[in-house]
């Protein structure tokens, strides 16, 4: 019988299966969230208990819906104290520009199509993301298993709402897919939209520097033709180049040079007050802030360490180097500029290859209890992030 099950399975197509997958897990992560828009007490975004639609359009989502239909201001907020406020310009222009086009196309609401957009981009990702994993595993159980612990994540919540997170994640998964081809002068204008779709420009210049080092390195045992070192070494200077792009719209629009990162740095604001960014320090503020000296400090040290040994352990080496090299570099990035508070599990979503590295136990028991876990994480994250419960100070 079993047999029997596993030829059926080897028969439906690899995308249909990847599909199944998505689709099954759509209906898991929509019970949740709408478990809770039934309990949602009024608040600054909705009524009380709304709707799934009015229930996706919760935290910056409706940020992203300012940029749809009022773009960017041209003048910066200044708070009573003389400070940069929040505003629009800490929200990349892709993803609502495409809804935009999208609403002009259908004639749907902003609503409907950003859901849509989500959702969509989301399906694209579990699609290449089977791809990538097959690609470094040649195993089509833990391609497949890697894409249910990608639908079933804590955070898989967030690829169904009105959030540029999908589509960020579908860019990136093909750029990933892209570089293990080698096939560079595709990647040119995935980098340049991505790069305007959520901030990872910089990450993946640093990630593909990285790239080039190392297979210039390997170029005795691992040819590396003139044409591909040329352009994957200008592919990594434009990436370097994207990842400022927006710094410089803000700037040219606002007058303000630094405009964006004032922007940035407003919303950790409440947490430290106002501070000048400087690279690698918010780590430390934020552990200390959290935790209180000295403590905030030896747990970001052991956080550190842990990582590193992740890095290291046989199951992440197994994803193969670049890859590796791509969860550092975004590692190295997030450390450089991000503050942590709630939104930092969000952030670290684009570390999404790790989930290969999970995906390699076999065992019925193991997989199915780490579905089970993710699921119940999924329950703990809406809960705490998305879900408004009174003065909440916990954003997604």
């Given at each position: 019988m079993a047999d029997r099950r596993l030829g059926l399975l080897r028969r439906i197509p690899w995308w249909l299966q990847v599909g199944i997958v998505?689709?099954?897990?759509?209906?898991?992560?929509?019970?949740?969230?709408?478990?809770?828009?039934?309990?949602?007490?009024?608040?600054?975004?909705?009524?009380?208990?709304?709707?799934?639609?009015?229930?996706?359009?919760?935290?910056?989502?409706?940020?992203?819906?300012?940029?749809?239909?009022?773009?960017?201001?041209d003048q910066l907020p200044i708070t009573d104290d003389g400070h940069v406020g929040e505003s629009a310009w800490a929200f990349m222009p892709v993803y609502p520009a495409l809804v935009r086009l999208l609403m002009a196309v259908t004639a749907a609401p902003y609503d409907v199509v950003a859901?849509?957009?989500?959702?969509?981009?989301?399906?694209?990702?579990?699609l290449i993301f089977y791809k990538l994993m097959l690609r470094v595993s040649h195993n089509h159980s833990t391609a497949l298993f890697s894409v249910v612990l990608f639908c079933v994540a804590p955070l898989s919540p967030i690829l169904q709402v009105a959030y540029a997170e999908s589509l960020q994640l579908l860019l990136l998964v093909l750029s990933l897919h892209l570089v293990l081809?080698?096939?560079?002068?595709?990647?040119?204008?995935?980098?340049?939209?991505?790069?305007?779709?959520?901030?990872?420009?910089?990450?993946?210049?640093?990630?593909?520097?990285?790239?080039?080092?190392?297979?210039?390195?390997?170029?005795?045992?691992?040819?590396?033709?003139?044409?591909?070192?040329?352009?994957?070494?200008?592919?990594?200077?434009f990436s370097g180049v994207m990842g400022l792009v927006w710094l410089v719209a803000a700037w040219i629009v606002t007058g303000s040079l630094t405009a964006y990162t004032d922007t940035e740095l407003a919303w950790r604001a409440p947490y430290i007050g106002y501070q000048?960014?400087?690279p690698f320090a918010a780590w430390i503020q934020g552990a200390n802030w959290w935790l209180g000296f000295p403590l905030g400090v030896v747990m970001l040290v052991i956080v550190l360490i842990a990582f590193t040994l992740v890095m290291l352990s046989p199951w992440v080496r197994r994803l193969g180097v670049d890859l590796r090299l791509w969860v550092l570099s975004y590692g190295l990035y997030l450390l450089a500029v991000f503050f942590p508070q709630s939104s930092t599990f969000r952030l670290l979503m684009p570390m999404f290859p790790l989930l290969g590295a999970l995906a390699q136990p076999r065992s019925v028991l193991y997989r199915t209890g780490m579905v089970l876990l993710f699921i119940a994480g999924q329950i703990g994250w809406v809960h705490i992030a998305w879900w408004v419960d009174g003065a909440d100070w916990t954003p997604p």
């Open positions: 998505f689709a099954l897990s759509r209906v898991v992560t929509t019970s949740i969230l709408l478990f809770y828009a039934a309990q949602q007490p009024r608040n600054a975004w909705t009524a009380a208990s709304p709707d799934y639609l009015d229930f996706a359009m919760l935290w910056d989502s409706h940020w992203y819906y300012i940029v749809a239909m009022s773009g960017y201001p859901v849509a957009v989500s959702v969509l981009s989301a399906l694209g990702a579990a081809q080698r096939r560079y002068l595709w990647l040119f204008p995935v980098v340049a939209v991505m790069s305007l779709t959520r901030p990872t420009g910089l990450a993946f210049a640093l990630f593909l520097a990285l790239h080039w080092g190392y297979r210039w390195w390997r170029r005795e045992s691992e040819p590396f033709p003139r044409r591909e070192l040329a352009t994957s070494g200008i592919l990594a200077i000048h960014l400087i």
